[in-house]
Every structure is written in C-alpha cells, then in structure tokens.
T-cell receptor
Framework: KAGVTQTPRYLIKTRGQQVTLSCSPI?????VSWYQQTPGQGLQFLFE???????NKGNFPGRFSGRQFSNSRSEMNVSTLELGDSALYLC???????????FGPGTRLTVT | GQQLNQSPQSMFIQEGEDVSMNCTSS?????WLWYKQEPGEGPVLLIA?????ELTSNGRLTAQFGITRKDSFLNISASIPSDVGIYFC???????????FGKGTLLTVNP
C-alpha cells in the first residue's frame, strides 16, 4: 500500500498571502489529521476530518481551515499568512476505529 | 488541555549502549504511541500500546504502558547509528482520535 502523500513538499510564501496544502491518505483510511510542527512548540494538532466532516479541532485561529473530499483526500488552507506560520505541516491518516496515525513527509512552509 | 512531559530532551550516547526515555502526564491516557522522526521526514509509528501494564517489543525497541495510565516508557537496546532521530510519545485521552504529542527526545548515537 502506498503511504500518506503530501504536496507540495516545500513552499515559500509572502506575509498576507494564502496557501493550500494537500494530503492523500493511505488507501482505505477515512480519517485525516493535520499538525503543525515547529522547533519551539513541537507537534500541535490543527484538526481532524472523517468522512468529509471535521470531527476534532485544535486551538488555532480561524485563518487555518480544512476540508475533506469524498475520496478522503484532504486540504488545509491558511489565509493571511504570518511569519509565525512558518512550519512543517504534517498530515496523518488512520483506519476506522484505530488511534494509530500514519504520517506523510510533510510540507515545509516558509513565510517571508 | 492535556499535556505530555517527555524526558530527556536530548541524549548523546555511544553505539552499543541502551537508551531509556519516558513520557508523563497529569491526565489518564487510553492509548500510548511511540514515533521516530528523521530529518526531512514525517514521524514513523514504532509501537502502539493499548492496556495499562502492557509491554510491547519491536526488535530492539520495548515500550510499556504505565499502570497508572499516566506514563509510558521506551527503551532501545544496543543502539546503532541509524537509531539517530527524534523520538515522540503520543497519547490518546478523552478526545476521541485526537493525539497529544510530547516535545520529543533527540537521540544522537556516536559510532
């Protein structure tokens, strides 16, 4: 089985712009979670989608949003980018009823 | 919210040595997971634990789910250079399917 894939792997954006990141889960996995990873804060939970519905949400501002499509692929969007949004954004998928999350390689976002 | 304290923050050891790291929480967790992350990659799941007191091995790695359900331990025996990376613990508690992560233990192995 193919693993979790994320595109793009690297992005450079300017303050004030918006960005969309994509995640394709492991085939058959319907749950997709998103995390922000920074050296200072570690892995911070953004949100989790299951069957096109947001099931859990972390403590991030409304500039961070996501969605999931009927094929379980997910996107996250960050609007009005700030310098502090520079981070590695990771998505993870899991099978129904499982807490074991499998991560993609991440998208490295740099905001200048 | 739930928080995990992972220690030590970093370790520098000689090849062949054994390694221990742990995670503690003030809250009870129902599931404990251990991940390893290498530079430029996402975390890779090493071991999953589901019951208090459970001891599970994966090769040279052994992890335990603490009996209080508030802690977990990971041991690596006979370390080798490819063990280098950041090891994270993660717990699943009261929020379904949401994992809380520790800040990680950076392991460096000197050949």
């Amino acid at each position: 089985k193919a693993g979790v894939t994320q595109t793009p792997r690297y992005l450079i954006k300017t303050r004030g712009q918006q960005v969309t990141l994509s995640c394709s889960p492991i085939s058959g996995h319907r749950s997709v979670s998103w995390y922000q990873q920074t050296p200072g804060q570690g892995l911070q939970f953004l949100f989790e989608y299951f069957s096109e519905t947001q099931r859990n949400k972390g403590n991030f501002p409304g500039r961070f949003s996501g969605r999931q499509f009927s094929n379980s692929r997910s996107e996250m969007n960050v609007s009005t980018l700030e310098l502090g949004d520079s981070a590695l954004y990771l998505c993870a998928s899991s099978a129904d009823g499982s807490y074991e999350q499998y991560f993609g390689p991440g998208t490295r976002l740099t905001v200048t | 919210g739930q928080q995990l304290n992972q220690s030590p923050q970093s370790m520098f050891i000689q090849e062949g040595e054994d390694v221990s790291m742990n995670c503690t929480s003030s809250s009870i967790f129902n599931t404990w997971l251990w991940y390893k992350q290498e530079p430029g990659e996402g975390p890779v799941l090493l071991i999953a634990l589901y019951k208090a007191g459970e001891l599970t091995s994966n090769g040279r790695l052994t992890a335990q789910f603490g009996i209080t359900r508030k802690d977990s331990f990971l041991n690596i025996s006979a370390s080798i250079p490819s063990d280098v990376g950041i090891y994270f613990c993660a717990g699943q508690g009261s929020s379904n399917y949401k994992l809380t992560f520790g800040k990680g233990t950076l392991l460096t192995v000197n050949p």
